[in-house]
C-alpha cells in the first residue's frame, strides 16, 4: 500500500506559477511510475503529466509545467508556469508500481493503469 499527499496547491493569477508536490510513504518509490492528473468541474479526470525514467506530458501544458522527481525524498513535483485559468481544476497524484526492470518504459497517461491516488489538492487561476 501507498500512501501519496499531495500539497502546494491554491489561488494565483493568470501567468503566475504554482509548484505541486506529492510525497509517498513507500521506502521503494524509485520503482514507482508517477502521474498527475487533474479534474475540473463537470468534466472527467484527465492526463496531465508523467514520470518515470522518462516524462511525458499533454499537449496543453506542453512548456509550461515541469514534472520531476526526487526518490531520495520519495517526492514528485509539478512545476505550473504562464497558469491559465483553463488550468483550474483539482489536481491529483497517482503512482504506478513497476519493477525497476519496467522503469525505463514510458510512463503512462491512462488513469485506469495507476494502481494508488492521493485526495488531491485544489488549483485555482483567477483571470
Known amino acids: 500500500q501507498v500512501q501519496l499527499v499531495e500539497s502546494g496547491g491554491g489561488l494565483v493569477q493568470a501567468g503566475g506559477s504554482l509548484r505541486l508536490s506529492c510525497a509517498a510513504s513507500?521506502?521503494?518509490?524509485?520503482?514507482?511510475?508517477m502521474g498527475w492528473f487533474r479534474q475540473a468541474p463537470g468534466k472527467e479526470r484527465e492526463f496531465v503529466a508523467a514520470?518515470?525514467?522518462?516524462?511525458a506530458y499533454t499537449d496543453s501544458v506542453k512548456g509550461r509545467f515541469t514534472i520531476s522527481r526526487d526518490n531520495a525524498k520519495n517526492t514528485v513535483y509539478l512545476q505550473m508556469n504562464s497558469l491559465k485559468p483553463e488550468d483550474t481544476a483539482v489536481y491529483y497524484c497517482?503512482?504506478?508500481?513497476?519493477?525497476?526492470?519496467?522503469?525505463?518504459?514510458?510512463?503512462?497517461?491512462?488513469?485506469?493503469?495507476?494502481?494508488?491516488w492521493g485526495q488531491g489538492t485544489q488549483v485555482t487561476v483567477s483571470s
Open positions: 513507500r521506502r521503494t518509490f524509485s520503482s514507482y511510475a
Open positions: 497517482a503512482a504506478e508500481a513497476r519493477t525497476i526492470a519496467t522503469m525505463v518504459r514510458p510512463p503512462r497517461i491512462d488513469p485506469d493503469r495507476y494502481d494508488y
Open positions: 514520470i518515470s525514467w522518462s516524462v
